[in-house]
């Protein structure tokens, strides 16, 4: 079976704060990709990577920025943690379809 | 523009009544059509995909989809639903070569006794 792994379920931070969620796939997928997703906008696309060193911004990159140094692990990293990015993160993995993490919870005060 | 419209936000149906959940679509290419479900605090499981051929397609748990090209619509259908359906229903648009899909704001169940 097809396994997406967000090590961190739920995170509080301070404003300010580096954050970091990690992001790993055992499926040797080149695609990975990184959403917010919140009520009533549904899943917004932030970054998305197609191999390994590569990304390319989504729809909402501003205060996020990504690493992928090896093709199953791929990091979205928010330099400076606000509280208006307090939302739910899903990590993707994607070949045809698209196989989900189960989601990491950030709070930021 | 590439869009998926879910335009019922939330629906509320009975448990063993059936279940006809709305999804269009605009995409400029031969579209690869998704629903996924989300159970509260969880990831997006799928629930069945369209590719090509026969265009009523099968999924888990007793849903099944259509595929109406005619009217731009991949809606979601189960004949008797049960309270563990209750979730959050997204239908998603994309390209074979997997690089960029599109969500609709999906659709939240509630299922009553």
């Known amino acids: 079976d097809v396994k997406v792994t967000q090590s961190s379920r739920y995170l509080v931070k301070r404003t300010g704060e580096k954050v970091f969620l990690e992001c790993v796939q055992d499926?040797?997928?080149?695609?990975m990709f990184w959403y917010r997703q919140d009520p009533g906008l549904g899943l917004r696309l932030i970054y998305f990577?197609?191999?390994?060193?590569?990304?390319e911004k989504g729809d909402i990159p501003e205060g996020y920025s990504v690493s992928r140094e090896k093709k199953e692990r791929f990091s979205l990293i928010l330099e400076s943690a606000s509280t208006n990015q307090t939302s739910m993160y899903l990590c993707?993995?994607?070949?045809?379809?698209?196989?989900f993490g189960e989601g990491s919870w950030l709070t930021v005060v | 523009a590439q869009s998926v419209t879910q335009p019922d936000i939330h629906i509320t149906v009975s448990e063993g009544a059936s279940l006809e959940l709305r999804c269009n679509y605009s995409?400029?290419?031969?579209?690869?059509l998704f629903w996924y479900v989300q159970s509260p605090g969880q990831g997006l499981q799928l629930l069945l995909k369209?590719?090509?051929?026969?265009?009523l397609v099968q999924g888990i748990k007793g849903f099944e989809a259509e595929f109406k090209r005619s009217q731009s619509s991949f809606n979601l259908r189960k004949p008797s639903v049960h309270w563990s359906d209750a979730a959050e229903y997204f239908c998603?648009?994309?390209?074979?070569?997997?690089?960029?899909?599109?969500f609709g704001t999906g659709t939240s169940l509630t299922v009553i006794p």
């Open positions: 993707a993995s994607i070949k045809n379809t698209i196989y």
């Open positions: 499926m040797d997928h080149e695609n």
């Open positions: 990577s197609y191999d390994v060193k590569m990304k």
């Open positions: 995409y400029g290419a031969t579209p690869y």
């Open positions: 369209y590719f090509s051929g026969d265009t």
């Open positions: 998603a648009v994309g390209a074979y070569t997997g690089n960029q899909f599109y």
